[in-house]
């Protein structure tokens, strides 16, 4: 029976006609999505005050204005970033469906279980960040405080350290999928990556340093642990795709 290579190339003149069209696609996607997160922000800016009662309810930080507009651009950028959560489904279906053309062995049902999968790990990841990561690391930081120090942390710098590590959670915990992806379309296989694990824990620990908003190792390893747990995770949904595949050839 005839099986279809999923890693099969198409002629040139095809395939540069397929990027044509998926980078039409997606700058069409883009300003939808900015229209989409506009509008969510609008909402978020009303919300931000309780999202910001919220992260000091989960954090027990005291936070304090050094400036005149300090909270107003805090709230601002709560907004912005609560407008870019509520797109998120959205957001990962258009670029799913945006680059769906370049691998039509890829199909919408596919497509489909890959959207749902990431708006789940997307989701995740927010909420262990909001509930384990993000309040253990900053009672851990303000652990270091003397018995003449209380730490009186400015609103601005509060709000930027909780959204780079939501913003890095949620995205950290889309590796699985990312390397379920890559698989399916040819770009790496399980074999080289289980063969690599050593060089993965080095890239895992540099990527978790450098996405860690502090240089202390106990939030290092509140990212990298749950980081390579979610590599392993990706190697044994690549191993269970590619025993899939050969069955069914």
């Given amino acids: 029976m005839p099986t279809t290579d999923a890693t099969a190339q198409p002629p040139p003149a095809e395939r540069a006609d397929r990027v044509y069209r998926v980078l039409q696609s997606l700058r069409t996607s883009f300003i939808r999505i900015g229209v989409v997160a506009l509008i969510f ?8 005050e309780s999202i910001l009662r919220l992260l000091q309810r989960l954090t027990g930080v005291r936070l304090a ?6 909270t107003f651009f805090s709230f601002l950028n709560l907004g912005l970033a609560f407008g870019v959560f509520a797109s998120m489904p959205y957001i990962l279906y258009a670029i799913l469906a945006g680059v769906q053309p370049l691998y039509p062995t890829l199909n919408r049902r596919t497509m489909r ?29 303000l652990e270091f405080e003397g018995p003449n120090i209380e730490a009186i942390i400015s609103v601005q710098k509060f709000v930027s350290f909780c959204l780079l590590f939501l913003f890095g959670f949620g995205f950290i915990f889309e590796l699985p999928l990312a390397m379920i992806l890559a698989g399916r379309i040819g ?5 080289r990556l289980a063969g690599n694990r050593r060089y993965a824990i080095l890239v895992i620990t540099i990527v978790s340093a450098v996405l860690t908003p502090t240089p202390d190792a106990f939030n290092l390893a509140m990212m990298a642990a749950p980081l390579y747990l ?12 590619s025993a899939a595949k050969r069955d069914a050839v």
């Fill in 187 to 191: 770009i790496v296989t399980y074999q």
């Fill in 230 to 241: 979610l590599f392993e995770l990706g190697l044994f949904g690549m191993r269970f795709n």
């Fill in 113 to 141: 279980g890959f959207w749902l999968a990431a708006v789940v790990l997307f989701g995740a990841g927010v909420l262990f960040c909001l509930n384990i990561s993000l309040p253990y690391g900053v009672q851990f930081l």
């Fill in 65 to 70: 204005a050094y400036g005149i507009p300090e």
């Fill in 41 to 48: 922000s609008i909402g978020g800016y009303y919300l931000a």
